[in-house]
């Protein structure tokens, strides 16, 4: 029976280098505040970023610099050690697994800038094992590789082990239907949208040229944020000019917030009440921690120039809509906690997260929809987000689209 930990020596260390980011970060947060209270005569008016002055400046200067000290000790003492605990790891347990992608969704952007060693890389993955791109490799790892392939990539916060619910995963049903190699896509998604846009794209680039078989076909299917990273890559590898989206026949969309989720735009919201007051300001930056992939779901943003270009947290910022991959059926599936159409609600709460409009790429001024036909259009209903990964009537609309 393999051994599967859910936690190891590594894993202390990535957590050390956090535990240290974030008292740094909360003692300049207090010294923000402690100086925007001081300065200011009143609860209004503009705030200030300076660090304080005198001996409350040095305290803090203190305090920030004992904190690397002794985290910059601890690391190095941890760096030692690993090594030597950690020379044959377990198997990763579903429970770490999960933990690992719901702190990536969070804080994946900060962890990767950190070379924290809690941050994810992005691979292919069967069976929560990554695969190594070579022709050997591939086909030692996956004997029946056969010429359909079918790529399923996770949403926020999540990772490739959970395609698997209620003892059902859609990747090995059509496997069994239709004849299909599945592979899972496991990344950051903390990262931003068009950052795993262009790792995936040369992924794919890198597959193809390996692939053990001559492929025949090539299926992407998306769960949320999946779904833009999707629409990413196929935008920066026809831009690449790679030979992968000649293969690529169908992609298909699960709940994947086209144009946005309301509950980050709400987040965002947050931080302008907060950066009215010179008292609360600071308050803001707690805010501002989530990770670049969450921001990214505001308006459904899948391009570098969605955020290159100024503050990424600015209220008011747009995203340029990016249509859908030329010469390939495309497929949005969308579900409403409503129990039918036209039920109160249906619009405004959609399936918990993303409204049903943005899972289908409509846009109510019918100047930036995605124009899925409507025969590629499937809506179910007394259903939430994450029912689209194991309901029944989910796999069977996939299995008439993909057979």
């Not at 992608?101 to 993955?125: C, F, K, Q």
């Not at 790892?141 to 056969?146: K, T």
């Not at 030979?243 to 992609?251: A, D, E, I, S, V």
Request: net charge neutral; aromatic share 6%; hydrophobic share 40%.
């Amino acid at each position: 029976m393999t051994r599967q930990s859910h936690i190891r020596p590594a894993d202390i260390r990535g957590f050390s280098r956090l535990a240290i980011d974030a008292t740094i970060g909360l003692t300049r947060l207090v010294e923000n505040m402690h100086h925007n209270i001081t300065r200011s005569p009143g609860p209004l008016g503009k705030h200030s970023q300076e660090p304080t002055k005198g001996i409350t400046g040095m305290v803090y200067r203190t305090i920030q610099g004992t904190t690397r000290l002794v985290g910059s000790g601890i690391d190095a003492l941890l760096t030692q050690l690993v090594p030597l605990l950690d020379k044959e790891p377990a198997a990763s347990s579903s429970a770490r697994e999960a933990l690992l992608a719901a702190l990536n969704g969070v804080l994946g952007d900060h962890l990767a800038a950190s070379e924290n060693p809690l941050a994810i890389p992005m691979t292919l993955r069967r069976n929560g094992r990554p695969l190594v791109l070579t022709s050997q490799d591939l086909a030692a790892d996956i004997p029946d590789a056969g010429g359909k392939i079918l790529l399923l990539l996770h949403g926020l916060c999540m990772n490739d082990l959970q395609w698997l619910r209620n003892g059902h995963d859609h990747g090995k049903a059509l496997a069994r239907a239709a004849g299909f190699t599945p592979l899972y896509l496991h990344y950051n998604s903390g990262q931003h949208v068009s950052s795993n846009g262009h790792a995936f794209a040369d992924m794919l680039e890198t597959l193809m040229q390996a692939w053990p078989v001559p492929v025949e076909q090539l299926v992407i299917v998306g769960h949320s944020m999946g779904g833009l990273v999707a629409r990413s890559a196929c935008h920066y590898g026809q831009l690449a000019g790679h030979t992968w989206p000649k293969h690529l026949r169908q992609l298909v969309f699960l709940g994947t917030p086209h144009h946005g989720a309301p509950l980050e735009r709400g987040g965002n919201w947050i931080n302008v009440i907060l950066e009215v007051s010179p008292y609360t300001a600071a308050l803001a930056r707690l805010g501002k921690i989530r990770s670049a992939g969450i921001t990214d779901l505001r308006h459904g943003s899948i391009l570098d120039e969605d955020w290159q270009h100024g503050d990424r947290f600015a209220h008011g910022r747009k995203r340029k809509l990016v249509p859908l991959p030329e010469g390939v059926p495309c497929y949005a599936a969308g579900v409403a906690i409503a129990k039918a159409a036209g039920d109160p609600g249906e619009s405004l709460l959609g399936d918990g997260l993303v409204p049903l409009s943005s899972a289908l790429g409509q846009d109510k001024d019918k100047c930036g929809g995605l124009n899925f036909p409507d025969s590629r259009q499937w809506v179910g209903y007394g259903m939430n987000h994450m029912d689209l990964l194991d309901s029944a009537e989910v796999y069977e609309q996939l299995r008439n689209w993909l057979s």
